[in-house]
């Protein structure tokens, strides 16, 4: 199925081989296999929700473009692009949406703005979120490779109703970092109490 979709050239100036190849280059084989499976989640969710399959291929395949980026091109972005300064308090985990989406544009010529939040919210979500995003952030979460505790309840969630796909991986999230003291950023916080709280 995916590899038949011909993307029309309004969103990004390549082949859908073109940047698969690109892909494969610039990412560890693991993570290129990821993103493929975040691809084929990502178009399933798009027939079922209603969404373009174009967008969803282009912004899974490039959800994760920098998660392999050293920090200094992160940091030099944030700085460049003066965006907002707490970033520098965070690190990979939280640069590489958001951060990631200023090196699409200029890198991948993806300009689309579902496309790059999609991206941007992936790992953190948002208080709203297109459904593109939703979908982009409950394929990354559920994806086949994926195995944790909750992930088959959360593939079905998903699947009955995105919003509550979207509930879930919020919470859960949320109660991992804290079970493991990380710091949380702020949207993450926002996504939980626009998503989650009563
Ligand atoms: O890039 P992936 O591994 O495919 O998945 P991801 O982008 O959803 O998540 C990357 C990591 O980010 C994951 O281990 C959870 C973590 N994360 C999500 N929200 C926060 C966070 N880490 C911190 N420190 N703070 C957050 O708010
Ligand atoms: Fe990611
Ligand atoms: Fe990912």
Redesign the pocket.
């Known amino acids: 199925m995916s590899n038949k979709l011909i993307y029309q050239k309004h969103l990004i100036d390549l082949t859908r081989d073109d940047l698969v190849h690109k892909l494969r280059e610039t990412l560890s084989d693991s993570r290129f296999k990821?993103v493929l499976r975040v691809e084929k989640t990502a178009i399933a969710l798009a027939n079922k929700y209603n969404v373009s399959v174009e967008k969803a291929s282009i912004a899974a395949l490039v959800h994760?473009y920098a998660?392999q980026r050293p920090d200094e091109d992160f940091i030099k972005t944030i700085k460049d692009k003066k965006m907002d300064q707490d970033l520098l308090n965070?690190?990979n985990?939280?640069w590489?949406?958001i951060v990631g989406a200023e090196l699409i544009k200029t890198e991948l010529g993806i300009w689309d703005e579902d496309i790059l939040n999609a991206v941007r919210h992936?790992?953190?979500g948002a208080a709203i979120m297109t459904t593109l995003e939703q979908i982009i952030y409950m394929a990354?979460?559920i994806e086949p490779g994926r195995d944790f505790d909750g992930v088959e309840q959360a593939r079905l969630l998903t699947n009955q109703n995105l919003s509550s796909g979207v509930v879930f991986q919020t919470k859960q999230?949320l109660e991992?970092?804290i079970e493991n003291n990380?710091?949380?950023?702020p949207?993450?916080i926002e996504t939980y109490n626009a998503w989650v709280a009563k």
């Open positions: 990821h994760d998660k965070y690190g985990a939280i590489h949406g992936h790992t953190t990354d979460y999230t991992y970092l990380r710091s949380i950023y949207k993450t």
